[in-house]
Structures are given as structure tokens and as C-alpha cells.
């Protein structure tokens, strides 16, 4: 199978794990896996999740359509000057991967990516929830979250293996006239009049789970 480079390699930064933290919230304890942090230079990739990586609730987190949850590292500029008070770390966004180059409108579904021995496919934006505010330490930044673009991406592993810090994201395979991260992220969270042509696109688009199907159908209505 023929591999594709982008026009601007894509490079894993930093890879990230975390454990099981509790942290208080509205007066109740609350487990949460979001505090990840740079590991050793490496991480496995499984199926359903990052070896030795806590997901806590796997409703949202982890399964075969949320496997491995990546970020740019260029938008992490944007949100240092936004929140400058944040403790700034890798894994900031709870992501396992940090990965440079990597920008929403570029990362179609359904695309294929080989990166180190794993081979990943691109399969929904994430949509955020309070753990990230309290991750920020604020929930203000689940407003601002939702009004960027700056979503980060979900990937299923279609092969696991190991992912090192500096390996490159190689195109294999690319869905013809598929919707971007970008797109489907915009279309759940904000109605767009005239937007019929990329609502039917996202819902003919294959690799997109059903699930976010329907709450674009239901942003949209």
C-alpha cells in the first residue's frame, strides 16, 4: 500500500498517560483520568484504549471510536494567552497524543494515518464536558473550547503497536469528498443556514459514528 506525506509533516511532540485522579467538584468527589502527562518517550496503542491509561468513564472515553485522543501542539499558543494561570503541561487537553502540524480543517474522516507501528483512523472531534474545566481549573474554558475550532481529534486503531515521540503521521488512505474534523465540529455546535450540502455529506460519511450523526440532525433542525 502506497504511503502519502502531507504537505506539512505531521510529528508527535509528546505522548501522554495518566491515573485514576479524584478530584472534588460541586461538593462531591469525582474520579477522572484527564490529568495526563508526558510519558517516557513512548505509549502503546490498543483497540479500545492507550496501555496503562486511565479511562474512567468509558461512556465517553475510550472504546473503539475514541481510542486515542489526539492535539495540536500548535494551538496550545492560543490557549496559554487565554488562560496563562493554567498549570501547562503536555496533556493539557487530556490527550495521548500531541502531535505538531495537525489542523482540524486537514484531518478528514475516515482518513488513515500509519504513525510509529500503529495505524489510526480519523473519527470525530471531541465535544467537551466539566472534567476539562477542571483540568483548566475553570469551567470558562469549556465556552471557549466550543467557540474555537480547535477541537482535536478522536482516532480509532485499526492495527496497535508503539508510538514514540518524534515519529511522523503518514497518510494511507483518505475518504473521497469526506467532511473535516473541522466541519462536523462547527455543524454540532453551531446552526448554519445553507449548510444542507455538508449536513448530507456528513451523514453519507461512513466512518462517522452514528451518534454525532444524529446531534448534527439535531443542531441543524
Given at each position: 500500500m502506497e504511503v502519502k506525506l502531507l504537505h506539512l509533516s505531521m510529528k508527535v511532540i509528546s505522548v501522554n498517560r495518566g491515573d485514576v485522579k479524584t478530584v472534588s467538584w460541586r461538593g462531591?468527589?469525582?474520579k477522572t483520568g484527564?490529568?495526563?502527562?508526558p510519558a517516557n518517550g513512548t505509549i502503546y496503542l490498543g483497540i479500545e484504549d492507550v496501555?496503562?491509561?486511565a479511562v474512567v468513564d468509558r461512556r465517553f472515553h475510550g472504546?473503539?471510536?475514541k481510542a486515542v485522543y489526539a492535539y495540536s501542539y500548535d494551538h496550545y499558543p492560543y490557549w496559554k494567552e487565554?488562560?496563562?494561570d493554567a498549570d501547562w503541561d503536555f496533556g493539557m487537553f487530556g490527550e495521548n497524543l500531541t502531535i505538531e502540524n495537525m489542523n482540524e480543517d486537514e484531518m478528514n474522516i475516515g482518513a488513515i494515518y500509519q504513525v510509529g507501528d500503529a495505524e489510526i483512523q480519523v473519527c470525530q472531534p471531541r465535544q467537551p464536558c466539566f472534567k476539562l474545566g477542571i483540568r483548566f481549573n475553570t469551567q470558562s474554558?469549556?465556552?471557549t473550547f466550543v467557540n474555537?475550532?480547535?477541537s482535536g481529534v478522536y482516532f480509532r486503531v485499526l492495527k496497535s503497536g508503539r508510538v514514540n515521540v518524534g515519529d511522523d503521521l503518514n497518510l494511507i488512505f483518505e475518504e473521497p469528498d469526506a467532511p473535516s474534523i473541522k466541519d462536523v465540529y462547527e455543524l454540532?455546535?453551531?446552526k448554519k443556514p445553507g449548510m444542507e450540502k455538508m449536513v448530507e455529506s456528513i451523514l453519507n460519511c461512513n466512518p462517522l459514528p452514528k451518534s454525532i450523526k444524529e446531534s448534527v440532525l439535531h443542531t441543524q433542525a
Open positions: 462531591k468527589d469525582v484527564i490529568f495526563k502527562y496501555k496503562d491509561d472504546g473503539i471510536d487565554k488562560f496563562p474554558v469549556l465556552k474555537s475550532s480547535f454540532l455546535y453551531h
